[in-house]
């Protein structure tokens, strides 16, 4: 059993940052990849972000690459979405999830999910 506790969400204007945690827990936590969805009102979860078990690979979707940088804390077991240049598409309830293989992007991979953290952006 893995779980998975997110904080760092808020509100924020265009162009701000905000970085977002997912801390995760369990005798198997460490060797899961690490994601991040968002789904934002009337639309379907969508993949965001990963790094692998051992921060060594990562991956980002098209919509984010250049604006966003995950990282992992191996010694913590979290993982941290750095999120600049933030746009109002960004708006989405982001959710953090584990997967045993890094950079999966549909819904139906990860093993385990946490409750999810709002980011609303104006402008």
């Known amino acids: 059993q893995v779980q998975l506790i997110e904080s760092g969400g808020g509100s924020v204007q265009a162009g701000d940052s905000l970085t977002l945690s997912c801390a995760a827990s369990g005798r198997r936590a460490s060797g899961y990849a690490l994601a991040w969805f968002r789904q934002a009102p009337g639309k379907e979860r969508e993949f965001v972000s990963a790094?692998?078990?051992?921060?060594?690979?990562?991956f980002y979707a098209d919509s984010v690459k250049g604006r966003f940088a995950i990282r992992r804390d191996i010694p913590k077991d979290t993982a941290y979405l750095e999120m600049n240049n933030l746009k109002p598409e960004d708006t989405a309830v982001y959710y953090c999830?584990?997967?045993?293989?890094?950079?999966?992007?549909?819904?139906?991979?990860?093993?385990?999910w946490g409750q999810g953290t709002q980011v609303t952006v104006s402008s």
């Open positions: 999830a584990a997967d045993l293989v890094p950079g999966r992007t549909a819904l139906s991979g990860p093993d385990y």
């Open positions: 790094v692998s078990w051992n921060g060594g690979s990562t």
